[in-house]
């Protein structure tokens, strides 16, 4: 079996409220529990979910319960669902061996000018050790829906092989995350991501 | 000096709130930000925009009467009380009902459903009272549309936000009836023609109404208390001997006392300086109470004129020379309006050289201030 | 997913500490759960009326937590384990029957869970309620992981039936809504079974339920609080992890511990810093923390918002005897750990390496550098806003336009929920006070009576539905009794949407999602002889017109807004009510002269300024298609089409 790359492994995964955040990791937290593993997720939730930044901070550990907030500059893997929100916690939580994978797709704010995706790509390259830009948005409406994002995302992620997890790990909990009707979609989704980074 | 446009912001501050706004409606209705309501023009949310046609068009922000005159009449402003003058007489409607239900001489209705029929325009910019007697712009585009227009409102205006909220893409004629306020506005609007509105070339005929002061300051409030406003169906202020304000309802009259309602003469009023709608193809008063049931007619430009000639011919209209008495009057009381309103406006600046929006050449001023 | 009410002893869930809490009330064999929701405690309730049916006990939605916690209490009177859950604010709520319930003690086990939320990141205040336990008796447990949120509850119920007196769990933001490893344990079977008479008397004349002979009772709570701390002195929810002798010792509860724990061993001081855990809060386990002060010179007390422990072990302090070692207290009163808003880990490093002076990087040097010079404008700030297709943007322009027109500087007394976001940019900064539930209408009832001292603005209050029934009810009545002015506006959603959308009493479902009776809004209102109107806020015309309408009559009026919240009209029907796009060639842009009305100032997250086209455009990911932007662009260029 694989092992963690470092313990705990700190995972932050972002986004703007309503994009599913806590959907990808109770889904990933799951899957370590499953396997045996110590696992903390810190969440925004209620208020903050309506169009404001939120995040979820996953912590893996063979060892102990860790808390639910990852220190300043902790951040190993950082899954990104917004550009923008990506660059922010990279800012507050990046190191030189920070890994990201992030949606290129801008959400937009309310009554700020928002700045140029490429601006935004090149100062989250110089702040990751390695990055995967996956367009994951653009995908998923390929699939019928933008909420398949988060599924590719998940793919990716896994694909990245960056966690000790691997789609048969992630299969039976993907099978009871899913209502019947959306679960081939979404397997679809899950095999997207991993090719799209599968390919660099 | 030169016109400089700004934006919303200003006209709050430099027209709204300082007291000058005659909610004639040429801010209104042509952006989501500024409209009239019950005698206000409100700004419902902050533009950022540092230049707005609201502020362009207002005729309290700063006129050029030299550049408006050359537009509307080929050349500079005179200065003289009237303003450009081609003929004045008086004309009353032949049509009995215009005249029974118009004000004085029903002349401003009989010359529109003239326009109307001959095709001049297609629709008139008029000011129609809903049921609480609330004015407001309206389009019509019939005879009886414009005879639910016909009588007086002695409370502001806002005419020009029925012109406003016309699609910009309209080739309807239009016809424009206003105070001085409004045919001042309409004359800029034509002088630096707007953008993403209605083609200022659509209007063909501006028919201005002479006019003293209008009634603000909760004067609404006023009439809701004292009278049943829905049954009223006319307002008047009729001339010498009389000295009262009078509210007709189908069956009766009630009067009250003129010197009860002076303390509602909107202020902004006492800085206007044209009382006979000098920018108008044709301006229309009162026959007063020598001539009851005329009109004063003031031609001012061949449009204008075109209109007379085809009203007599289709004998809507019946005219008579006005007495060179009644003449000397009229340039008086239009010359005091001037003066007293410079007045009021040094008074209230403080400065000889702040003359708030007036643009008129140094000539003229020196004249009106001697 | 695995439910709550999953039946294996033994195997580790991934659950957030609300679940844990559920999870610890099914374990402890509860029979009644009632509760109001409220972040960040709703979950607790939300997973037990879930499985409720199930499980064979009972759970509802109260119409607040003062009802919930004295429904709870009746059933404890009747002899059934009862659970009551809440955020901070409900406490307050709950705090007169609560002050007067500890006087009589309880029936069958009765637990109250307060969840507090340091920085108010849900709510108006922040507030430890651990304060409310010390102040009024009561026996506190405040658990430290996820696996204790279970454990504490469940022992809570035992502990409450030893002691004959409630006891309270405190929760935080980082505990209820954080995931964490919980392994089960037993779920009992039982049959629960209901009676008053069995244990109610206290004499054979005299009831048990309720504060007579208070002052007497008061001494024997005092007693039952002597027992609590005898129990609480070798609880395993307290423990030491470190060295025998500590250059630093440091106490801490609840989040705090996993925050001390990082922060020791980032800073590798694991030989030189011990940590006392605390689980039992109040009364204070006096001996144990006696032993381990004595391990230290120097005492860090690391707790969340209020300096509660700090407090309590320095009045333990005073106590001891002239040649006890009296240690260095640091904390929230010397300044190392902040006496507001929530901590982390970082804070409790800053503060460890500050007392024992030494230098902590979090990252190297260059690399931080490298993370300041990204521009802020990268990363603009997010301001919280309305979903798209939320009825309450539309209601909230109808207002402010409705004000503007009316012109008399009318303005909006606002209340708790998601409208509270009306504050700022969101709802157009049309409210102007936010409170508690229910305080907009009371405070609109005072204003509207100014009249005599000249005061002439009109006054909207406006509040939730559930809200409405939570606490609006008194002051519409009092507005009325007192013939106050103000306009009652009632945001209809039909659901309790903040918290996630829980029924109410309008909304004629019970929290088992059984189908009872419509508590009326419109009829109750109407019944208290106030004109009542109800508009569609999509009505934009209409609402401003009738809020208008409103604003012109003296007295007390109540107009509805009532449209279904857009989450759950969505998750129902599953399409969006219009197709909505902007047609490119009708919308002027920048020429247009409307200062970009809908991405500005109208500000749905769905309307977007398309930079390149300098045009508006709808982010079709994001539009929910209500088409209320279609009717406020002034060019017609939004375009809304049936579906």
Redesign the interface.
């Known amino acids: 079996m694989k092992m963690l790359t470092k313990d705990p492994l700190n995972l932050i995964i972002v986004g703007v409220g309503g994009q599913g955040n806590v959907m990808i990791s109770s889904l990933i937290g799951r899957a370590f529990i499953t396997e045996g593993y110590f696992v903390t997720i810190g969440e925004t939730y209620g208020a903050s979910q309506r169009g404001g930044s939120v995040m979820s901070h996953v912590r893996i550990s063979k060892e102990s319960q860790y808390s639910p907030l990852i220190p300043n500059g902790r951040a190993d893997i950082i899954l990104g669902m917004e550009p923008v929100e990506t660059l922010r916690i990279l800012q507050q939580f990046g190191n030189p061996d920070v890994i990201t994978i992030t949606n290129s797709k801008l959400v937009h704010a309310i009554g700020i000018e928002y700045p140029d995706l490429d601006d935004v790509v090149e100062a989250i390259k110089k702040l990751s050790a390695k990055l995967w830009l996956i367009n994951a948005t653009d995908e998923a409406l390929k699939l019928g829906s933008a909420i398949f994002a988060n599924t590719i995302l998940i793919g990716a992620l896994i694909g990245s092989g960056i966690l000790p997890l691997d789609k048969e790990s992630l299969d039976p909990i993907l099978r009871e995350s899913f209502p019947e009707e959306k679960l081939e979609a979404n397997m679809l989704a899950f095999n997207k991501g991993m090719e799209l980074v599968s390919r660099g | 000096m030169d016109m400089k446009v700004k934006g919303s912001k200003e006209l709050l501050t430099e027209v709204i709130d300082a007291g000058l706004c005659t909610l004639c409606g040429a801010c209104a209705g042509?952006?989501?930000?500024l409209?009239s309501?019950?005698g206000?023009a409100?700004?419902?949310?902050?533009?950022?925009?540092s230049e707005?046609?609201c502020y362009r068009y207002c005729p309290r922000t700063y006129t050029d009467m030299d550049a408006v005159s050359q537009q509307v009449f080929g050349m500079p402003y005179s200065g003289d009380e009237l303003g450009a003058v081609k003929e004045i007489f008086l004309a009353r409607s032949v049509d009995k009902e215009i005249h029974e239900r118009g004000q004085d001489g029903g002349t401003v209705t009989a010359l529109l459903s003239v326009a109307l029929a001959e095709g001049i325009i297609e629709g008139v910019i008029e000011t129609k009272m809903d049921d609480d007697k609330i004015p407001q712009g309206f389009v019509a585009r019939s005879r009886e549309e414009l005879l639910e227009c016909s009588g007086v409102s002695y409370e502001p205006s806002p005419v020009l936000e029925a012109l406003n909220h016309l699609p910009r893409e309209s080739t309807e004629k239009l016809g424009i009836v206003g105070l001085p306020c409004h045919v001042a506005a309409v004359a800029k609007m034509k002088t630096y023609p707007p953008?993403?509105r209605v083609n200022i070339d659509n209007v063909k005929l501006v028919v201005g109404l002479l006019c003293g002061w209008s009634l603000a300051n909760g004067f609404h409030q006023f009439l809701q208390q004292n009278f049943d406003l829905p049954r009223v169906t006319k307002f008047d202020i009729p001339h010498h001997p009389g000295h009262t304000f009078d509210v007709y309802t189908k069956s009766d009259k009630e009067s009250v006392e003129l010197d009860e309602i002076r303390q509602y003469i909107n202020n902004a009023c006492s800085y206007c300086l044209d009382m006979t709608a000098e920018f108008a193809d044709i301006s229309i008063g009162s026959g007063r109470a020598k001539f009851k049931g005329w009109n004063t007619v003031i031609v001012r430009t061949d449009a204008g004129a075109e209109l007379i000639k085809l009203a007599k011919a289709k004998h809507v209209l019946e005219t008579q020379p006005t007495p060179v008495e009644s003449v000397t009057n009229l340039k008086r009381a239009a010359l005091n309006k001037k003066k007293r309103a410079l007045n009021n406006i040094i008074a209230k600046t403080g400065d000889k050289n702040d003359l708030l929006y007036v643009g008129l050449r140094e000539d003229i001023l020196d004249n009106l201030l001697a | 997913m695995a439910g709550i009410d999953i039946d294996a002893p033994g195997t580790t869930e991934l659950f957030i500490g609300n679940e844990a809490i559920a999870r610890g009330a099914l374990e402890a064999g509860i029979g009644f759960a009632a509760a109001y929701p409220g972040t960040p405690s709703t979950e607790i309730m939300e997973s037990l009326a879930s499985v409720a049916k199930k499980m064979n006990f009972y759970a509802e939605w109260s119409v607040n937590e003062k009802v919930a916690f004295e429904t709870a209490a009746g059933a404890s009177f009747a002899g059934i384990r009862a659970i009551t859950a809440m955020k901070q604010n409900g406490v307050n709520v709950i705090s007169d029957f609560l002050a007067n319930l500890v006087v009589s003690g309880i029936g069958a086990g009765l637990v109250l869970v307060s969840c507090d939320d340091p920085s108010a990141i849900s709510s108006s205040n922040e507030q430890d309620t651990r304060n409310i336990a010390k102040w009024l008796d009561i026996p506190l447990l405040e658990p430290g992981t996820f696996q204790e949120a279970k454990d504490m509850t469940k022992w809570a119920f035992d502990l409450a039936e030893e002691l004959d007196t409630i006891c309270m769990i405190r929760s935080v933001t980082r505990i209820a809504h954080a995931r964490g490893n919980v392994t089960l344990g037993e779920l009992p079977r039982k049959e629960h079974k209901a009676h008053f008479d069995e244990i109610a008397s206290f004499t054979p004349t005299l009831t048990k339920f309720a504060p007579v002979l208070s002052a007497w009772k008061h001494q024997q709570l005092h007693a039952k609080l002597d027992k609590a701390q005898e129990i609480f002195e070798p609880s395993p929810f307290n423990w030491y992890r470190g060295p025998d002798k500590a250059e630093l010792l440091i106490i801490t509860c609840g989040s705090c511990w996993l925050y001390s724990l990082e922060a020791v061993n980032a800073l590798k001081l694991e030989s030189k810093v011990g940590i006392l855990k605390l689980g039992t809060i109040w009364p204070l386990p006096q001996k144990l923390i006696e032993k381990h002060l004595s391990k230290s010179q120097k005492i860090l007390v690391v707790e969340e918002i209020d300096p509660f422990l700090e407090g309590s072990i320095k009045e333990l302090v005073a106590d001891l005897p002239p040649a006890s070692p009296h240690p260095t207290f640091y904390g929230k009163r010397s300044g190392h750990i902040n006496a507001f808003g929530e901590l982390n880990p970082d804070m409790v490093i800053e503060a460890i390496a500050r007392i024992m002076d030494i230098t902590y990087e979090s990252r190297p040097a260059e690399y931080s550098k490298k993370a300041e010079e990204v521009p802020l404008t990268y990363m603009p700030p997010r301001l919280m806003t309305f979903c798209s297709g939320c009825p309450h943007r539309a209601t909230f322009w109808a207002i402010k336009n409705a004000l503007r027109l009316d012109g008399r500087d009318g303005f909006v007394t606002g209340d708790i929920g998601c409208y509270s976001m009306a504050l700022g940019p969101a709802g157009f900064c049309q409210v102007r006070t936010m409170y508690c539930m229910g305080a907009g209408a009371g405070i609109a009832s005072g204003l509207g009576k100014l009249g005599q001292f000249g005061f002439k603005q009109p006054v909207l209050a406006v509040c939730g539905d559930s809200t409405f029934f939570h606490a609006t009810i008194p002051a519409l009545i009092n507005g009325i009794y007192n013939q106050s002015n103000f306009t009652l506006i009632i945001l209809d959603n039909n659901a309790t949407a903040m918290t996630g959308f829980q029924p109410h009493p309008g909304t004629g479902m019970t929290a088992m999602e059984e189908p009872t009776k419509v508590v009326s809004m419109d009829t109750l209102c109407a019944s208290l002889g106030v004109p009542v109107e109800v508009c569609d806020p999509f009505d934009l015309k209409n609402t401003t017109e009738t809020l208008l309408k409103a604003m012109s009559k003296d007295g007390i009026k109540v107009v509805i807004m009532r449209r279904e919240c857009e989450l759950v009209r969505a998750r129902r029907e599953k399409k969006p009510l219009y197709k909505v796009h902007v047609d490119p060639d009708k919308c002027l842009g920048e020429a247009c002269g409307c200062d970009r009305l809908c991405t500005r100032v109208f500000g749905c997250l769905g309307l977007e300024w398309d930079k390149e086209a300098g045009k508006a455009k709808i982010d079709e990911t994001v539009c929910a298609g209500c088409g209320v932007c279609a009717d406020i662009c002034p060019q017609g260029a939004i375009i809304k089409e049936a579906v």
């Not at chain 2, 042509?30 to 930000?33: E, H, M, R």
């Not at chain 2, 409100?42 to 925009?49: E, I, K, R, S």
Request: one cysteine or more; aromatic letters at 10%; charged letters at 20%.
């Open positions: 042509g952006c989501p930000y409209v309501y019950k206000r409100v700004l419902l949310d902050d533009c950022t925009l707005g046609q953008q993403n």
